[in-house]
């Protein structure tokens, strides 16, 4: 059947293959449909089109240093956890020319006046939309916003997914994230077997939906995803204790867990690249070997990086035990006296991508055991 009546609210039981028309009617509504999709033996997140480019089938096993995909024949398409890349890259994308400039007997600068793209994510985790919004925090503060963030935010579609099966690097409970979604999503997937529950969002995903063809949910169907969701809340594969966490971090930088750590941490910058709350950058320049052409280009950066904290007469940061601490009391420490909101989501990716196997969780752990010891 197709409701008319469908309002913000509204939950209703949409058949697998009417995705790919909800996916169609984005793109002629001038949308670029990207989501999940599996590409050397990972997930990457990039242009799709429907169900054929979804990762069907897959689970995903992540644990320290360690993620590989398992292949299933069931007929599902987000059971997999997300793997290292993040939705940043759209929002604030790693590298983007903020101008160029030419030499045709003078100087010529040029602007960069491409128009912002307008994407539609398919398949945002809880904890992903938390990291969306934590990076509003940042790049759209009241005094400065972003201009490359915010004509990418304001055009954005968000089309979430509720996660039914944690992996064991996930801690979103503890961080108050998922794995459930509860606002700021236009439409709202949750996967069973047969049909996609969707929930309406915003007024932009009612009427994107209304087009379609669904059915009021049975009772049935509605506990099922209940109890889906209920079981994942109960299934994190890690917890951590955020007490008081940013004077726990910020009143201890002298504990002995930064050198133990700083001996396995190998600066390699992979946590913060991954992470989708991490925002540094750098403006760098690309001149052509003539010097008859160069941009300017925003790249991302990370605090792992020995340039990054270089100042005129040294390095403010000279060893990885700085850079380590200084990475995890801001994300857990002074982030919080910053943006009101601490500024990790508990996704589990600086875990799972490490070459060293840190992990964030055990580490508060260990400072915490060793300031009550
Ligand atoms: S710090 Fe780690 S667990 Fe937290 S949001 Fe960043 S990548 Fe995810
Ligand atoms: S904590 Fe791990 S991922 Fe982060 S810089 Fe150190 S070795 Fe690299």
Not at 103 to 114: C, I
Not at 183 to 200: I, K, P, Q, S
Not at 256 to 273: E, F, G, H, I, Q
Not at 342 to 348: D, E, F, I, T
Request: aromatic fraction near 10%.
């Amino acid at each position: 059947m197709t409701d008319k009546t469908l309002f913000i609210g509204s939950t209703v039981a949409l058949p697998k293959p009417e995705l790919d028309l909800l996916l169609a009617d984005l793109r002629k509504n001038d949308y670029q449909t990207v989501g999940p999709h599996m590409q050397d033996e990972s997930i990457v997140y990039t242009k799709i089109e429907g169900l054929k480019d979804l990762p069907r089938g897959i689970l995903s096993e992540q644990n320290p240093a360690s993620y590989r995909m398992l292949q299933t024949d069931k007929d599902r398409y987000f059971d997999f956890i997300p793997a290292n890349q993040s939705w940043k890259q759209f929002l604030f994308p790693p590298r983007h020319t903020l101008f160029s400039a030419s030499k045709e007997g003078k100087w010529q600068l040029k602007e960069n006046d491409e128009p912002a793209p307008r994407y539609a994510l398919i398949g945002v985790r809880a904890c992903e939309l938390a990291a969306i919004n934590i990076q509003d925090k940042i790049f759209l503060r009241e005094d400065f916003s972003d201009p490359i963030y915010r004509s990418r935010r304001e055009g954005l579609f968000i089309m979430a997914v509720n996660c039914l099966d944690p992996d064991a690097t996930c801690f979103c409970v503890s961080m108050g994230t998922g794995p459930r979604h509860t606002a700021g999503f236009d439409l709202c997937l949750t996967e069973l077997d047969e049909v996609f529950l969707v929930e309406v969002g915003s007024e932009l995903g009612r009427s994107m939906l209304a087009e379609r063809t669904y059915d009021l949910p049975s009772a049935f169907v509605q506990n099922a995803a209940n109890q889906a969701m209920d079981r994942a809340t109960r299934s994190m594969g890690r917890t951590m204790d955020t007490r008081d966490l940013p004077e726990l971090l910020t009143t201890h930088l002298d504990a002995d867990r930064w050198n133990v750590v700083s001996k396995r941490c190998l600066s390699c910058t992979n946590c913060t690249l991954v992470c989708p709350t991490c925002f540094c950058w750098d403006a760098v320049d690309q001149a052509d070997i003539l010097g008859k052409s160069t941009r300017r280009e925003r790249v991302w950066d990370s605090c792992f990086n020995p340039n990054y904290s270089f100042v005129v007469g040294g390095n403010t940061r000279p060893n990885i035990r700085s850079r380590y601490r200084q990475w995890l009391t801001h994300k857990l420490g002074t982030w919080k006296a910053q943006f009101d909101v601490l500024g990790c989501v508990g996704c589990g990716r600086c875990i799972t991508w490490c070459p060293a196997g840190i992990d964030i969780t055990e580490e508060v752990a260990a400072i915490r055991a060793e300031v009550n010891s």
